[in-house]
């Protein structure tokens, strides 16, 4: 076989231009966001380096590094899966996938200096104010302009679709519409106040509510990423039973200011342990590539961990020393860095098919995950002892410094791992020839 065919057969295993793209975006702002991580263990560890940072302090970096691990790292793998699910990394519109994720990148960019000049309206993460409330709906309202456009041009080309397919397309494009005026108008210092103080904090209630959610997702997200295995379609069905059931004992449940000390409380929250061994037969119902065998694992191993931590730092006793410390931290990034993590790369493992080698480097997945859990060992080490004594990480001493310096390290390995993804993607599309040597050396023999 020739070359040119030889080239044209590697070409035909990698992934649209428009997932490459969203790939290399969301693996930048993570680079960068992971980075500033880096900075403000650093300025935790030695407070005096403020002074250096002018009005750059601590207190701005921070907004910035959350804002970028939300609306950057997390949110565009999602946009890489609308353009799957919408057909919009397909022509004649995958041209225009790049533009859109430029657009969104830009609105970033103008947020975090914004953040960065103390420019907030004092939500956590809902601190778009000025021109940064305009321009970051306006590039969420730019991907679904994109989203329809590819949905109308495909109506025709793909028959095979059910009605009740295409359905769900249209209901998704009616709930994408609504999150840029979302984000506008709750984004606004005079819809509620930052600090609420009718509210005693989360309740049994909302805590499984915003869990069902995310039940949810993990439900639906195979539906746009591959087909299910007649066999066990069963177990696809007792998912969608049992999330039923949830949902109205969810109802059921007092919605006031209720203490986290009543049995019904904690009870409902415990509900959610069903999911550690339902969601692995419920993905296991799926064809998945083989390449996302690695994230696949971690990210349900991650779910379980979450769903088993969640529900005993909940419990009366533990939430009450561990709330206001670093414990539930370490739990928030258990949570991001761990599960909703290895859950996007998982999802861009699959969208990316043969290009995505990136995410499965051996060194790069140990060290990411490792590094995570060193991170949550080591805060819940510091929140144990912070219940005891709030002093303890706000004046400098041996144990506390000992659990800081450990944070920056671990910290340093993800950023590390992170930014050997970013640079293995800048590869994607550009050289073949290393991308697939394997594939070529079959091709030629």
Known sequence: MSLPQTDALARSHQSAPGIVSAARHSLFWLVFANA??????????????????????????????MNLELFGWSSLPMAGFLFKVY????????????????????????????????????????????????????AM?????????????????????????????VLGLALLLAVPFIIYIASSPNIYPPVNPSTGGPTGASQLESSLVIVAILLLLPFGLTESNAARVGWIRASWVVLLLECLLCAAL??????????????????????????????????????????????LCWWSALIVTGWVLFLPGILDHFKFTDGLVGHSLLSMAGFVSSLLIFVMVQLLGEDAWIFNRTRSFYGWNLAVVGYVVLMSAAGWR???????????????????????????????????????????????????????QEVAA
């Open 254 to 299: 007092g919605r006031a200011d209720i203490s986290h000390h009543q049995p019904a409380q904690f009870l409902s929250l415990g509900s959610l342990l069903v999911w550690i061994p339902l969601t692995p037969a419920y993905y296991a119902a799926f064809a998945w590539r083989a390449e996302t065998r690695l994230w696949r694992n971690a990210f």
């Open 386 to 440: 912070e219940g005891f004594d709030p002093t303890f990480t706000i004046v400098p001493g041996a144990a506390r410094n000992v659990l800081y310096i450990l944070r920056l390290v671990v910290g340093v390995v993800m950023l590390a791992s992170s930014l050997d993804w970013l640079i293995d993607a800048s590869k994607l599309r550009r050289e073949p020839d290393a991308v697939f040597p394997s594939l070529k």
């Open 36 to 65: 500033i991580g880096v900075l403000i263990a650093l300025l935790l560890l030695f407070p005096s380096l403020n002074r250096m940072l002018g009005e750059w302090t601590y207190g701005r970096w921070i907004m910035v590094h």
């Open 87 to 138: 057909g919009s990394d397909r022509e004649p519109l995958a041209k225009w996938c790049s533009p859109v994720l430029w657009v969104w990148s830009a609105a970033l960019g103008v947020g975090s200096l914004s953040w960065l000049s103390g420019h907030s309206s004092g939500k956590l993460f809902l601190d778009w104010t000025g021109y940064a409330r305009v321009l970051f709906p306006l």
């Open 141 to 169: 309202f730019a991907l679904w302009v994109l989203l329809i456009c590819s949905f109308i041009l495909g109506w025709n080309r793909t028959p095979h679709r059910t009605l009740g397919a295409r359905s769900a397309r």
